[in-house]
């Protein structure tokens, strides 16, 4: 059973371009997770989403983020315009709806704007 | 709002050494407790977690933590460390009953360098 996986490890954009940041929950999950970290910075919750609906969006900047989680493929990140404060690992989670269950943490996609 | 305290931003010890890593929390109710552990470049390793019942509970690689709802505290100890111990660690507090269990609030971090 693969863990969560995301995608790309290393992504680098210059300023202005667009970041797509991908991620595949594990096998039976339906609750995704994506948080991010910033430079010597613990885990910053952006945004929680279930299949086709985001449930709770209070961590995710109000400006050129968006993401979704379609009936079929992963969990996108999209980051529009990005701006070298962009810069951070972008970690998603995912869990099922079981109770007293954990959420599993992918790799992560470190993202470089320059 | 909830919030996670790790006093400690670095800890030095020496290989064979008790270490003990501490961990505060304010929430509104009792929440789920968590810790983590990520080496440069890695993603996060869950290493233990409290939901209910015995407050002190075992993880992997031979760590500890024991949970004291009176002090709101969560921290983690391990007897003897070992090199590979090596890494930054993180608290963790979570939703306690609902369906948001990945929703986590985490602490900033403390890294953990072992001397030999």
């Known amino acids: 059973n693969a863990g969560v996986m995301q995608n790309p490890r290393h992504l680098v954009r210059r300023r202005g371009q667009e970041a797509r940041l991908r991620c595949s929950p594990m096998k039976g999950h339906s609750h995704v997770y994506w948080y991010r970290q910033l430079p010597e910075e613990g885990l910053k919750f952006m945004v929680y989403l279930q299949k086709e609906n985001i449930i709770d969006e209070s961590g995710m900047p109000k400006e050129r983020f968006s993401a979704e989680f379609p009936k079929e493929g992963p969990s996108i990140l999209r980051i529009q315009q990005v701006v070298r404060g962009d810069s951070a690992a972008y970690f998603c989670?995912?869990?099922?709806?079981?109770?007293?269950?954990?959420?599993?943490f992918g790799q992560g996609t470190r993202l470089t704007v320059v | 709002a909830q919030s996670v305290t790790q006093p400690d931003i670095h800890i030095t010890v020496s290989e064979g050494a008790s270490l003990e890593l501490r961990c505060n929390y304010s929430?509104?109710?009792?929440?789920?407790l968590f810790w983590y552990v990520q080496s440069p470049g890695q993603g996060l390793q869950l290493l233990l977690k409290y939901f209910s019942g015995d407050t002190l509970v075992q993880g992997i690689k031979g760590f500890e933590a024991e949970f004291k709802r009176s002090q709101s505290s969560f921290n983690l100890r391990k007897p003897s460390v070992h090199w590979s111990d090596a890494a930054e660690y993180f608290c963790a507090v979570g939703p306690a009953g609902g369906t948001s269990y990945g929703k986590l609030t985490f602490g900033q971090g403390t890294i953990l360098t072992v001397h030999p």
């Open positions: 929430y509104g109710a009792t929440p789920y």
């Open positions: 989670a995912s869990s099922t709806r079981v109770s007293n269950t954990e959420a599993f």
